[in-house]
């Protein structure tokens, strides 16, 4: 089973700046079948990236997926107040894994 | 509009057993695939299961194979998740989740969920 590790854990920002996050994979992510969801507190994930960096329907262009192999990356270039929340990177090309998340708030 | 509704949690001994269903409406079922993915109170997502649009592909997570079975119904628009040998770690609240895209390996990326149903295994 691949492993997928995402850092940081925590990721302290004020709205405006950039955020970069950092998902790794124990394997290669086969056809960089890598993706990425936002989740807010009591609701269900929101799909953000597929296949490493095709944006999802309705989601701004501000969210950037990129990388391939085993390293992955997700930029959000100008953070939006609603924009704080956990992230979360999923591989899909060998079974499925998720990464443990990392929390984006504000500083 | 797409809608996931599951049902079927609710509080079981450990090595108990429980099924649970996922009705599916607001696109054509037969045409995607599905996941069951889970989260334990105050934690991260987990995959659990997938199975493509046929049923003819499958597959689990490490921490389930052996115990869990995902099965499907095309003519009824529902998903199950039979769940025997249950563990106290398997505690968490079970979503029923939309492929986004055509992928193989029991998998693929979500673009849908249901809210979800709670698991609660405890003596």
């Known amino acids: 089973e691949i492993v997928v590790t995402q850092s940081p854990g925590t990721l302290s920002l004020a709205p405006g700046e950039r955020a970069t996050l950092s998902c790794r994979a124990s394997?290669?992510?086969?056809?960089?079948?890598l993706a990425w969801y936002q989740q807010k507190l009591g609701q269900a994930p929101r799909l953000l990236i597929y296949?490493?960096?095709s944006r999802a329907t309705g989601i701004p262009d501000r969210f950037s997926g990129s990388g391939s192999g085993t390293d992955f990356t997700l930029t959000i270039s100008r953070l939006e107040p609603e924009d704080f929340a956990v992230y979360y990177c999923?591989?899909?090309?060998?079974?499925?894994?998720f990464g443990g998340g990392t929390k984006v708030e504000i500083k | 509009e797409v809608q996931l509704v599951e049902s079927g949690g609710g509080v079981v001994r450990p090595g108990g057993s429980l099924r649970l269903s996922c009705a599916a409406s607001?696109?054509?079922?037969?045409?995607?695939?599905m996941n069951w993915v889970r989260q334990a109170p105050g934690k991260g997502l987990e995959w659990v299961s997938g199975?493509?649009?046929?049923?003819?592909?499958?597959g689990y997570a490490d921490s389930v194979k052996g115990r869990f079975a995902i099965s499907r119904d095309n003519a009824k628009n529902s998903l199950y998740l039979q769940m025997n040998s249950l563990r106290a770690e398997d505690t968490a609240l079970y979503h029923c989740?939309?492929?986004?895209?055509?992928?193989?390996?029991?998998?693929?990326?979500?673009?849908?969920w249901g809210q979800g149903t709670l698991v609660t295994v405890s003596s």
């Open positions: 607001g696109f054509t079922f037969d045409d995607y695939g």
């Open positions: 199975i493509n649009w046929i049923g003819g592909d499958t």
């Open positions: 296949g490493a960096s």
């Open positions: 394997q290669s992510v086969s056809s960089s079948y």
């Open positions: 999923q591989q899909y090309g060998s079974s499925s894994t």
């Open positions: 989740a939309r492929w986004g895209g055509y992928c193989s390996g029991g998998s693929c990326y979500i673009d849908y």
